[in-house]
């Protein structure tokens, strides 16, 4: 199975900080990637599609990059509900697999 | 607008088997490939398997061949899983959630019902 390892595990932020979250795939993924947002007792929301693509009605703050093995979810200025857990997951081989989760917490 | 509505929580004891439901409306159901994903407490996300709708195929992941089946009523528009030889460690909220893309397998999930608790305990 491709392992996913997301850093940091948690991070603490301000409203209106830059935020960076690291996916890494225990081998090539190419780009089937995806990232979504998770709050608490909810389903999980998807955010970016395809490595770097923007699901439709997710505000343009969020942005996502990476090929390969290496990925990345930005949020350009955090706001008030944005602070949630983030999960990446890769589609290129089964089993599809997510990574352990980033929870971004108010400083 | 799309909606996955899903059945509600439910007890079982080791051993015995669950059926999850899943009622999928606002979009064409047999256009879509449906997941279904689950979440231990306090845990992360997992892969369990997909339906075709339209034609009832489905694959799963290794670790759940045997003891998962996915299944689909057409005529309701429902999907259910169901999961056999429950344990405690199976012990999860189940999710069904929706392929974004229409007859394909794209394997990014668009839209997800509200979850399922199931607990199991003796």
């Known amino acids: 199975d491709i392992q996913m390892t997301q850093s940091p595990s948690t991070l603490s932020a301000s409203v209106g900080d830059r935020v960076t979250i690291s996916c890494r795939a225990s081998?090539?993924?190419?780009?089937?990637l995806a990232w979504y947002q998770q709050k608490p007792g909810k389903a999980p929301k998807l955010l970016i599609y395809k490595a770097s693509s923007l699901e439709s009605g997710v505000p343009s703050r969020f942005s996502g990059s990476g090929s390969g093995t290496d990925f990345t979810l930005t949020i350009s200025s955090l706001q008030p509900g944005d602070f949630a857990t983030y999960y990446c997951q890769q589609y290129d081989a089964y089993p599809w697999t997510f990574g352990q989760g980033t929870k971004v917490e108010i400083k | 607008q799309v909606q996955l509505v899903q059945s509600g929580a439910e007890v079982k004891k080791p051993g015995a088997s669950v059926k999850v439901s899943c009622k999928a409306s606002?979009?064409?159901?047999?256009?879509?490939?449906m997941h279904w994903v689950r979440q231990a407490p306090g845990q992360g996300l997992e892969w369990m398997g997909w339906i075709n709708p339209d034609d009832g195929d489905t694959k799963f992941a290794q670790k759940y061949q045997g003891r998962v089946t996915l299944t689909r009523d057409t005529s309701i528009s429902t999907l259910y899983m169901e999961l056999s030889r429950l344990r405690s460690d199976d012990t999860a909220v189940y999710y069904c959630?929706?392929?974004?893309?229409?007859?394909?397998?794209?394997?990014?999930?668009?839209?997800w019902g509200q979850g399922t608790l199931l607990t199991v305990s003796s």
């Open positions: 081998q090539s993924i190419s780009i089937w």
């Open positions: 959630a929706r392929d974004k893309a229409e007859q394909l397998i794209v394997g990014a999930f668009d839209f």
């Open positions: 606002g979009y064409t159901f047999t256009g879509y490939y």
